[in-house]
């Protein structure tokens, strides 16, 4: 069994942060040590939530505590996601660091969350600069969406090339591996839902249906991290990880869809996870 230390928000109601990552990940066989940055009542897009965020010392007791049992050598890979205050940044990095001298070949995926304030996603100032010049170049594997493969590249990424190129040029700052979550408004075919997976050995693409929301759930993102980190984690390709991720999180999406729900439909959906019904599959284009 792998263990994966899971860095992001907690929201009480709903699905966002670990509440979509963690179980997820524990169908896929992990044991996910859920850290959380943020503890709301719901996630920020719902225009208001109470709760707190958690002192950034918290982060560095947790994983002390966990050193100190003589736990931390077990710990194959670190996830981060949505982050309360741009101090917390360092402390992840500095966990992210112990982690590896306990066990070098752990891993560290970022989902480097910016917030987006058109669609009501909501992170506290310095976050974004902080991701930029911190977690870029310490992260094997890099999760951008549209908004954020823009800030981290450099480049305004207004079709599909220059989305190519923004990949590239992460892949030259240190990450081994880029998956864009969502490609928006750039991809070929806006009428769908487009991902890209990077590495040095090519990149690929892929389409699946996109489902058209009144109002568009919250934690997809969170959900595509952690079940791409955990197949990896399951000894996966990486393209093969790719189409299982993109699969199952299509499943979810369907459901979640037909219910016409707001939160993603995770339980109900928890066979799909494992053995999707879906079969897109990943085009190589570079």
């Not at 305004?156 to 892949?171: G, H, P, T, Y």
Request: net charge negative; proline share 4%.
């Amino acid at each position: 069994m792998k263990n994966v230390l899971s860095i992001q928000s907690h929201v009480v109601f709903g699905y966002a942060g670990n509440k979509s990552a963690t179980f997820p990940m524990q169908l896929m066989g992990m044991d996910v040590w859920a850290l959380n940055t943020v503890q709301f009542s719901n996630h920020t897009q719902y225009g208001k939530w109470t709760g707190m965020v958690m002192p950034k010392e918290q982060i560095g007791e947790i994983v002390r505590g966990i050193d100190e049992i003589g736990e931390l050598i077990n710990c194959d890979a670190v996830i981060s996601g949505y982050i309360g205050s741009a101090d917390q940044v360092e402390e992840i990095i500095k966990a992210k660091n112990l982690i590896k001298e306990r066990n070098p070949k752990a891993i560290y995926l970022c989902d480097p969350v910016m917030g987006h304030p058109d669609k009501g996603c909501i992170v506290a100032d310095g976050v974004k600069e902080a991701l930029v010049k911190l977690a870029i170049a310490q992260a094997d594997i890099i999760t951008p969406n549209l908004v954020e493969l823009r800030e981290l590249s450099g480049i305004s990424v207004e079709n599909f090339e220059q989305a190519i190129e923004a990949v590239k040029i992460i892949l030259s700052k240190g990450p081994k591996k880029v998956l864009v979550k969502h490609l928006s408004r750039v991809g070929k075919h806006t009428e769908s839902f487009e991902m890209l997976l990077a590495t040095p050995e090519g990149i690929w693409h892929i389409t699946r249906p996109l489902y058209e929301f009144a109002k568009e759930p919250v934690g997809v993102g969170d959900l595509t991290s952690g079940l791409f980190l955990a197949n990896l984690l399951n000894g996966k390709s990486d393209v093969e990880a790719f189409e299982h991720t993109a699969n199952a999180v299509n499943d979810i999406m369907r459901i979640t869809y037909e219910r016409h729900g707001y939160e993603l439909q995770i339980i109900e959906a928890r066979d799909l996870i494992i053995t999707p019904q879906s079969g897109v599959q990943a085009t190589k284009i570079a």
